[in-house]
Antibody, heavy 122, light 107 residues
Framework: QVQLQESGPGLVKPSETLSLTCSVS?????????WGWIRQPPGKGLEWVGS???????YYNPSLKSRVTISLDTSKNQFSLNLSSLTAADTAVYYC???????????????WGQGTLVTVSS | DIQMTQSPSTLSASVGDRITITCRAS??????LAWYQQKPGKAPKLLIY???GLEGGVPSRFSGSGSGTEFTLTISSLQPDDFATYYC?????????FGGGTKVEIK
């Protein structure tokens, strides 16, 4: 059974950098799937942040690209999100997810973490 | 970006009703479309992939259809557990995008 669990701070100050980690169990992150982050502002819809393939290739939402970094730690079977220069607009529930491959470079999430609320406030 | 537009945004229905949710893409995505169900405070759950593929463990009352720019999610007989918000998602391009959601409420 594939399981994902997000961890990180629940409160971050404006202009700072958010760092979240997703711990994966039941599947090796270096094998054939995408690993990504999706966020959902309170009461709103879903926004894809970015993904990384098991080989290390990364794909980012252009609206966030200059601020986002996603990386893999295969030794710990974890992947991470760094989002810099935070503003209140980044307040959201952040989900990590495994992406099943679609066409080249694309995926659709099939397993999700429970989500973690990140609030950007001073 | 490929924009995904869902309609209606809210749907009121009764247990046993047949309901259909529509998702339109701003350009052709062939059949690279998934549907999710989300309940309050929970992560989305994958229902349908590649427009019409039923995810394992999902009841057969859920079905998806369509290709190109127009897609539908149908629930043949609404059950109490189905009251939730539903999202479509295209994966035709690396910039994955979701529809705005359709909330299915009890009539």
């Amino acid at each position: 059974q594939v399981q994902l669990q997000e961890s990180g701070p629940g409160l971050v100050k404006p202009s700072e950098t958010l760092s979240l980690t997703c711990s994966v169990s039941g599947y090796s992150i270096s094998t054939g799937y995408y690993w990504g982050w999706i966020r959902q502002p309170p009461g709103k819809g879903l926004e894809w942040v970015g993904s990384i393939y098991g080989s290390g290739s990364t794909y980012y939402n252009p609206s966030l690209k200059s601020r986002v970094t996603i990386s893999l730690d295969t030794s710990k079977n974890q992947f991470s999100l760094n989002l810099s220069s935070l503003t209140a607009a980044d307040t959201a529930v952040y989900y990590c997810a495994r992406g099943r491959p679609g066409t080249v470079g694309t995926s659709y999430p099939d397993y999700w973490g429970q989500g973690t609320l990140v609030t950007v406030s001073s | 970006d490929i924009q995904m537009t869902q309609s209606p945004s809210t749907l009121s229905a009764s247990v046993g009703d047949r309901i259909t949710i529509t998702c339109r893409a701003s350009q052709s995505i062939t059949d690279w479309l998934a549907w999710y169900q989300q309940k309050p405070g929970k992560a989305p759950k994958l229902l349908i992939y590649k427009a019409s593929g039923l995810e394992g463990g999902v009841p057969s009352r859920f079905s998806g259809s369509g290709s190109g720019t127009e897609f539908t999610l149908t629930i043949s007989s609404l059950q109490p557990d189905d009251f939730a918000t539903y999202y479509c998602q295209q994966y035709s391009t690396y910039l994955l995008t979701f529809g705005g959601g359709t909330k299915v409420e009890i009539k």
